[in-house]
């Protein structure tokens, strides 16, 4: 069965500090990888997605994530979060089917 | 303007009080899905829909039922709600794997049902 681990339930980080947020997958096949992002009472929004081709990935307001098929390992990257970032960031993994399965989040406070 | 809507935002009801919540989207969207989000726990999925009157058990789907008698309309459905249904709710609609080059598309979220249940 598929299952979706994130490692660091709560990360506190400065403005400008360089985020680097684990996401491990278990499943056997081929994987379309997602990250999402929660800010504080609203609804979630794609920050950026895989589903083939060059492992490194570019979403929306400066974020990447890396696929690693060896490790199954899909991290999101920022180089230097803002304040803005604060919010929850879930990974969602989707395999040769169509349920779509989260981990259980991470919570990002930056500090101003 | 593409969304997806839920009502109601929020609902107090009591154990055994049959509750429906409806959800709505607007973007021509065959695939929809319900989700709940606690504490912890991140985001499961109760049911899917593949289209109409094509429907799936996501990872929680007891105590829940669904149905999708029209492509936009995906209400979720408490017969009996209990206390362990007291949750955060979204349903989310996105392009299906068959639409989308065998890929899961970009789901849209709607903007969450809190639901407690005393």
């Known amino acids: 069965a598929q299952s979706v681990s994130q490692h660091n339930h709560h990360v506190i980080l400065s403005e400008a500090a360089s985020l680097e947020l684990g996401c491990n997958y278990s499943y056997g096949g081929t994987v379309n990888l997602f990250w999402y992002v929660q800010y504080p009472g609203q609804h979630l929004q794609l920050l950026l997605k895989y589903f083939s081709g060059d492992p490194l990935v570019k979403g929306i307001k400066g974020f990447e994530a890396e696929f690693i098929k060896s490790k199954f390992s899909f991290n999101l990257r920022k180089p230097s979060v803002q304040w803005s970032d604060t919010a929850e960031y879930f990974c969602a993994v989707n395999g040769n089917n169509n349920d779509m399965r989260f981990g259980a989040g991470t919570r990002l406070t930056v500090k101003p | 303007e593409a969304q997806v809507t839920q009502n109601p935002r929020y609902l107090i009801t009591v154990t055994g009080k049959k509750l429906t919540v409806t959800c709505s989207q607007n973007?021509?969207?065959?695939?929809m899905s319900w989700y709940r989000q606690d504490p912890g726990l991140g985001l499961r999925q109760i049911y899917y829909s593949m289209n109409v009157e094509v429907t799936d058990k996501g990872d929680v789907p007891e105590g829940y039922k669904v149905s999708r008698k029209e492509k936009r309309n995906f209400p979720l459905i408490l017969e009996s709600p209990s206390p362990n249904q007291t949750s955060l709710y979204f349903c989310?609609?996105?392009?299906?794997?068959?639409?989308?080059?065998?890929?899961?598309?970009?789901?849209?979220f709607g903007p969450g049902t809190r639901l407690t249940v005393t």
């Open positions: 973007m021509n969207h065959e695939y």
């Open positions: 989310a609609s996105s392009l299906p794997t068959s639409l989308a080059g065998g890929h899961l598309h970009e789901q849209y």
